[in-house]
Structures are given as C-alpha cells and as structure tokens.
C-alpha cells in the first residue's frame, strides 16, 4: 500500500504522519492527516479543448488535544518546516476552545479492514491525448444523437488518483490510496425559441469502467424531453423520483441521522431510536465496505476501519453515525462515520456510502402502479429550500407528468414540497434499479405519495 | 511582493517558449483563522495557510493550466513547462516580457488586520454571541456561531505586460439558533461580513445579530406552511438580492453568453426588465464583501451598470471572453484559488432604489407574502429558471403583515420575474455576505435592493 502515484515523489505519507503524531508531548495527543492527490481536468466545447489542467497537490490537517481541548491547523504543503510550523499552531489553537472531557482522538478498535481494491494503475498510465479524445467522442456523440441538440454547454474528462495516511498518538496508522475518473456532457435542446438542459456522466475508477454511450444518451434524453415543458397547476400527488434524485434525497436524510446533530438537538430524529419512522419496504444502510459504492473507503477520517452500518431496517429507526468524539459523549462506539472536507477541516460525521436496499419493481412497473402522478428528473434550491433541522422540504423541479402509468408531457418551473418525515412515511414503492453515483449516496427510482406541487 | 519581478518575467517567458500567445502567473498567499462556537463550547480554534501559483498559458481556442505550491523560480518554471505543454505546443520562439505595474484604488482601507488580534478576543465574540441568543429565552436550545477572517494577497502578471497585487482583507461572523415548541423545531440565522479587518465590530454588534437570529427562530415556532402557488410577493430592502443574482446576474456573465446559454444572449439594448430596474455590478463598493482592488487577472474593479431602466447595456466580462469580442475586461474574471482557472463572476450585485415608500408598498397590497430573509438560490441559465429559499417570510392580507410561514422555496422565470417587478422602494441595503458557487468554484459575493414587489411568484409551500 505504499506505492506511489504518477510521479508524486516517493515520500510515504504514512511515515510522514507517523512522525508527526511522534512529537505528541506527555498528557498531549496528535492526529495528522496527509493528503496528496494529481488531478486532470479537461474541457471541450465546439470541437476543440477549451481548457486542460493537470496539477498536483498536498496538504496536512493536524488535530492537538491537551488538557481536554482540541486544536486544529492546516497548511497546503507537505515542507518539514510548515508541517512544524502548523503542528505548533494546532497546539496554540487547542489553548483557546473550551474544556470538553468528551474531546479526544481515535484508537484502534480492532475491526477488521475491508478488502477493497479502490485503485487502478491504467489511470496513471493513461495518455491525456486519449483522454481528450475521449471528451471530443462524447461532445460529438450528444451532437449527433439528436437534431434538437442545438449546443453542448461542456463535455468534460476528469480524473484524480488520491492517497491519504492518518495517524495518531493513540496508535492510529491508516494509508489507502483510489482512483477515479469521469467522462460528463451537458446537452442544449431547442425547438423555436425555446431552450431545454440535461446533463449525463459515467464514472469509474478506471478508464474501462466509463461509459461514453450512456453519458451520451442520458444528457440527450433529459434535455430533450423537456421540450415544450409547460408550468404544471397546482396539486397533490404521487412523485416518483429518478435514482439521481433519490440518491440526494437519502444524502439529506443521513444528514438528520447524525449523531452530533442528535446530541446537540438539532436532529427531527432524536428520541426516536427503535419507532416506526418509514413503511416496512424502506431499508436505509451506511456501506463504505461495499466496493461497488462510490465512495467505498478502507477507512473513516479519524483512521478507523469502515463498517456497514444499518440506519432504518424496514421503516424502524436503529441507529445514529458516529465519530470519535460524538461516541463518547452518547456513551456509545464510533460508527468509523468521521469524515472531512479534505486536510482544511477536522473530522466531522456523515455518510459516506448510504443506499436504499433495493425493492422489486422496475420503474415502468411503478409508473404503472402509480397510474397518475409526476417523474422528478432534476431538483433545485436543495440548500436553500431543505431544512433539515424542522424538516421543511421545498424544492424546485422539472420532470414528466405520468398518466395512465404512461410519461404525459415534460413540466418545469414548479416546486415539490413535503416535510421529511411525512416522505419518509409516504413512501409507495422502492425500485430494484439501484444506481451507482459520484456522490455519499446511491438511488433508486423512488416513489412516495401525497406532495405538494406549486405551479400555476 | 510574493515573487520577485525577474522571476515572474522568466516564468512568463517559459511559459511562452512553445508557442504560447498569452500567458499568466498567478500567485496567492492565503490565510486564515476560524473559531466556531456549538453547544455552549467553544469547539474549534483553526487555522491555515496556502500559498502557490496557478499559470495558465493560451494558444488559440485553448487554455493550459498548471498549478503548484512550490514558488521557488524552479517549481515555478515547472508549473509554466506544464501549462505550456497543455495548451499543446505549437511553433515556438522566444518573447520577452516587459511588464507594469497596474495601480487600482483599493476599494476601502483596512485599519486592524485580524493577524494583529488575539484569539481570545476572537473567541469572546463568540461567547457574547451565544450568552445575547438565549438571555431570557428559554425555548431557544441550540446556538452554533463562527467567526472566520482570512488575509489573501494575490500577485498576477501577464505576457501583456500587466502587474498587479492586492492585499483583501475579511472578516465575517454568522450565527444559528435552534427554538423548541410544541410544532417541533425551527431554526434563525444572521451573518455579516465585509472586506476589513477586525473593526468590523466597531459597528456591528455580535449581541444584536445573536437577539435577531434567536428571535427570527421564534417567530418561526408559530409560522404556518406556506401557500402553494403563484400569489403576489414583497421583498425587503436588503433581503432579496440573490433574487437578481439568480433570476439575471448569471445569465449576463458574458461565458454563458458565447455559449449560448442564457436567456439574455442577443438582447443587450432590449427592454428585458421593468422600466423600474436599474442593476448594477460593482466591485469598487467600499467595504462591501465582494469588493476588490484588482480582479484575479490584475484588472481593476469596475462599476459596471448591466440594466439600465430596464435595458440591458452590457454582460460581465472576463479577459478570455472580452478578447474574442476585441473589447476591455469589465473587472470580473476572478477564481476561488490559485488552483483554480478564472472565470467571468459577479462582485457586489444590486438593483438602484426607486421612489416608493416601502409601507405604502405593503398598504398596497391586499395579499402576498412578505419576504424578510432569503436564503441561497440556483438558476438554470439556459431556461432562466430559477428558486431562491425563504427563511423569514410572512403573509400579508389586506395591506398588512400578519402570520409568519415555514421555509419553502419560490420559483420563477428571471426575465418574467424582471418584467414583473411593478413597485420599487425608496429604501435600499446590502444583504448578508454571500457564496458564489459557478462549476465548482466559490467566491465572496454581495448584494442588495430595495423593497420591491413582484406581481406573481411561485411559492412552493404546501398550504393550499
């Protein structure tokens, strides 16, 4: 595990955070996080590269906790003498945060690591002429799809290959390493003066894992479908959601689960472990160690090894995500749920692999078993419109209304709304088409009853 | 200065050497302290520092781009070697370059920088804060406050001679409270934040902000849902500026434009907006959050009107998108970092008051709903469609503020939404210090107006 990528350099960052954990001083605790990635991103538009960019970068988080209090500090290098530097700076940090008995890094907990292998050598090896031609096959195949297809906004390459290493102190010694690259278009259609958007992607962790046709074919179907989308009338009614679309309605949901939030009251969830929050058919679970998810990880941010972690199991509330420091304070164990926005912030808890357990209907199946209702295809005003402390959920959308079971004409300029937990509880079927995303989350095609749509 | 001026003119010239006909080195020194306050405790003290350079090298329609933390003379011919050799190599030959120093006003002076201020004087702002929030108010459970300042100097030169640095200087402060009642929770926020130092709380008071957050969180305790539909819609001065960001201020960024990808592509010296509306873009706006001395290509700031009584005059412009169009850059290509490539992007983004006085907006108006804080927004540029988050907003029945409502989002269509604008207030304030997020990349925004109404929005609550 201790290869180095594309031409990083060959210092481990395993022995670097090693060390830095190393100078902890009696009654102190050190945790450093150590992260190098290389990353290409290119863009094509009209038929030649717009912009290319390849770069490399590194940085270093570390956490001091002394005296019950916890300091943190960053710097965007990886230099001997800014890693000191910012180990003081953490340590003169932890001076000013207040007293919290509860504050206090990892230790090994002995679960076993999953086997994942999250890294694929073809990625480095592989020349950037090919990547941009690739981009350029995938702009040409959206122009080519459908005579309606009046512009590709971008097609887009984009690969990283990242390595990380955590330690602590406390006996902490993690390192895991991944791939992964993108192929993405954004389709223009237009009939008249009117203009219509719809994106597609594929993703994988090697090159032979992106599909150029169904990135292609996504983008040209969803932009072209909204043709002649009308501002619907208001009404209630059934929504049947597309996986992209669940896989950010489950993101928001794990979000209320998390432990911090319940202790400090901010979860609509506290209080409710073991009541029915959901129908029998809803079964949420957290699985990094799944290694067909995403973000499928070895490890959490804080070093422990990740686990498959059972949120809701047939509509019953079973368990919150927990870090470290949230762990103790409920008197718990950590789920291995301590995630971080990269080496500028310390460990926070969230989901990183959250799915539904797939059902068995196909989408046409539902569309069938909803007879009448309405397909979401895209969301808007996620951040501004969800709230997930009081549960409001107020989003803007565009989709097709259903009829009959069969798609009755495109929609757009409307909203859906709803408070989570009248979804949660509103759910009407789950599909057996889960759907891989570049995201914490997984989709199916969701369907849940009784949602407000604002139009006319 | 971050780079000394033969190095950066030898950088400029490797990054020439194949064949290259523009080339730019932008170097950036950022840093920064954060304290947040959750729970009664302080939880975090953090602090970091990043500096490198990105270089970006064109050759006709193509841009390469290379970035490194490594600002020795070496690591930055490195950089240029690679940004050059992204653009692919053409023909070759060597240019030199003579550069000058652009000098711009800086757009307000900053009299204490926050490094010069201890952390414990940071850190009791936050204690003030959160002991104002819950004085005498026990249904407020939950209190999370942040401090943050960040010092950013930035160096850019480029093979056109251009020389230029800044020195921005921020400091913002925001606060969340969580209120408990018998309809379950709600939350109030408020921020504020400007491009100065830490006499930022000279003027502002982090108590008064913590009563309005915590008060904002109460009211809502008794709010109602929202209609659903489309109902008639009053904005207060200062609370809906994201409104013009999103429903025109992206749609006129001159990147969508040459993609056509905006609604507004083609209409520059066309009635797109009531007669009312006067839009400005202002970089230049004092200590206001988006401000700035220079632009991230070294082009001063600008005061750009973009809609003038309601004609659009111009887009915003960066300098790959003005030099197609053979015309000057309007001060806005900007980026989140030195890793990142600029892009055209707003600043300060406000709409001119008008002539009404705003209680006679209200008197006027049998019913609506009345919108006093707003959160974030999202626009499809190429529908012009776009939502924007209530986050304080009442119903108004016959001409009077009544019942507060639960968040939701509104939607509209921006040029309908412009065209419906048929009241605009004498009033007018800056709104909360805002993120500009555009593919990927996050800038500090501002904007503001004044107390306005739209005939008809669509409010996607769920009261019906």
């Avoid at chain 2, 009312?276 to 700031?301: C, K």
């Avoid at chain 2, 973009?306 to 887009?315: A, F, H, K, P, S």
């Avoid at chain 2, 529908?383 to 019942?403: H, N, P, R, S």
């Avoid at chain 2, 269509?413 to 004498?426: A, K």
Wanted: with cysteine; hydrophobic share 40%.
């Amino acid at each position: 595990m201790s290869q180095t990528i594309g031409g990083a350099g060959q210092d481990n960052l395993l022995d670097l955070a090693t060390a830095v954990a190393g100078w902890a001083r009696d009654g102190e605790q050190v945790e450093a996080y150590v992260a190098r990635g290389r990353d290409t991103e290119i863009t094509v538009f009209g038929g030649e590269v717009e912009s290319l960019s390849s770069a490399e970068s590194a940085g270093i988080g570390i956490r001091v906790v002394a005296g019950s209090r916890q300091g943190f500090a960053y710097a965007g290098s990886l230099d001997p003498d800014v890693v000191a530097e910012t180990l003081e700076e953490a340590r003169d940090n932890a001076g000013f945060a207040s007293e919290d008995s509860f504050v206090g890094l990892a230790s090994p907990d002995g679960v076993e690591v999953a086997s994942l292998d999250l890294w694929r050598d073809d990625l480095a090896s592989y020349p950037t002429e090919v990547k941009v031609a690739r981009a350029l096959d995938l702009e040409r195949a959206v122009r080519a799809a459908d005579p309606r297809i009046r512009q590709v906004e971008s097609s887009d390459w984009g690969d990283a290959a990242v390595e990380s290493a955590v330690a602590t102190s406390t006996g902490i010694r993690a390192e895991s390493r991944r791939t992964a690259c993108y192929l993405s278009a954004f389709a223009v259609a237009g009939e008249g003066a009117e203009t219509q958007t719809g994106g597609g992607y594929s993703v994988g962790r090697s090159p032979s894992d992106l599909d150029l046709d169904k990135a292609a074919s996504d983008a040209v179907e969803r932009a072209t479908r909204m043709l002649g989308a009308v501002k619907p009338r208001s009404d209630r009614l059934t929504v049947v959601f597309e996986p992209r679309i669940t896989a950010t309605l489950l993101a928001i949901l794990s979000g209320t689960l998390d432990g911090e939030a319940v202790l400090k009251g901010r979860s609509l969830f506290a209080d409710r472990i073991g009541e029915q929050v959901s129908v029998a058919g809803f079964t949420l679970v957290d699985d990094p160690t799944d290694p067909e998810a995403y973000a499928a990880a070895h490890y959490d941010a804080e070093g422990l090894a990740t686990r498959r972690n059972v949120l809701i199991e047939g509509g019953v509330l079973q368990r919150f995500l927990y870090n470290t420091y949230a762990a103790r304070r409920a008197g718990t164990v950590s789920t291995a749920s301590a995630v971080r926005a990269g080496f500028k912030s310390a460990p926070g808890t969230g989901a990183r692999a959250v799915s539904v357990v797939p059902g068995d209907r196909s989408p046409e199946e539902i569309f069938q078993q909803v007879g009448d209702g309405l397909l979401v295809q895209s969301v808007s005003g996620v951040h501004s419109g969800v709230n997930p402390v009081s549960g409001d959920f107020s989003v803007g959308a565009e989709g097709v209304l259903i009829k009959g079971g069969e798609m009755a004409g495109p929609v757009r300029e409307f909203t859906i709304a709803s408070t989570i937990q009248r979804m949660l509880t509103g759910v009407v079927a789950v599909g057996n088409d889960l759907e891989r995303l570049p995201s914490s989350a997984s989709g199916v095609t969701l369907a849940i009853a009784d949602i407000s749509m604002s139009g006319e | 200065m971050l780079i000394d001026e033969t190095v950066i003119a030898g950088v400029l010239g490797t990054a020439l050497q194949s064949g290259g006909e523009f080339a730019e080195l932008f170097a950036e020194d950022r840093r920064g302290t954060a304290a947040r306050l959750d729970d009664g405790r302080v939880e975090d003290m953090a602090s970091g520092r990043e500096r490198g350079a990105g270089i970006r090298v064109v050759i006709g329609e193509t841009t390469g781009f290379a970035h490194t933390s490594d600002l020795t003379e070496a690591g930055l011919r490195a950089a240029a070697e690679a940004a050059a050799a992204a653009a692919r190599g053409g023909g070759g030959g060597v240019r030199s370059v003579a550069l000058q120093r652009v000098t711009a006003p800086a757009p307000n002076a900053v009299e204490i920088l926050p490094e010069s201020v201890g952390k414990a004087e940071k850190v009791d702002l936050l204690r003030r804060a959160d002991e104002a929030s819950r004085a005498g108010r026990p249904a407020i459970r939950q209190v999370s406050a942040v401090y943050g300042d960040s010092r950013r100097q930035i160096l850019v030169a480029n093979s056109e001679g251009v020389l230029a640095t800044d020195d921005q200087v921020k400091t913002r402060f925001a606060i969340s409270c969580v209120a408990n009642g018998d309809t379950g929770m709600q939350t109030g926020r408020e921020s504020v934040g400007a491009t100065v130092g830490f006499e930022l709380f000279d003027t502002v008071s982090v108590e008064e902000l913590a009563r309005a957050a915590s008060s904002r969180a109460l009211t809502k305790l008794s709010a109602r849902p929202a209609p659903s539909g489309s109902v008639p819609v009053v904005i207060k001065q200062g609370s809906g500026g994201v409104l013009f960001h999103e429903a025109c201020g992206h749609g006129l960024e001159a990147d969508h434009i040459a993609k056509d990808v905006s609604v507004f592509t083609g209409r520059v010296g066309q009635m797109v907006a009531s007669p009312l509306v006067t839009l400005v873009d202002d970089g230049t706006m004092g200590p206001q959050w988006g401000s700035l001395s220079v632009d991230d290509e070294g082009h001063p700031a600008a005061r750009n009107v973009l809609i003038e009584n309601g004609v659009l005059t111009d887009y915003m412009w960066d300098w790959l998108r003005a030099r197609k169009e053979g015309r000057a850059s309007s001060g806005n290509g900007r980026r989140e970092s030195y890793q990142h490539l600029p892009m055209v992007r707003m600043t300060n983004t406000y709409v001119l008051a008008g002539t009404e006085d705003p209680d006679e907006i209200l008197r006027q108006t049998p019913y609506g709903v009345y919108v006093a804080q707003l959160g974030g927004g999202q626009v499809n540029t190429a529908t012009g469609d776009f939502v924007f988050g209530m986050t304080e907003a009442y119903l108004i029945e016959d001409g009077e503020i009544t019942e507060p409502l639960r968040d939701a989002n509104l939607i509209g269509n921006g040029p309908e939404v412009l065209r419906n604008i048929d009241v605009v207030g004498n009033d007018f304030a800056m709104g909360h210090p805002g993120t500009c997020g555009k593919q990927g990349q996050g800038v500090p925004v501002g904007d503001g107006q004044p107390t306005l109404r739209v005939t008809a929005m669509t409010v996607g609550g769920t009261a019906r």
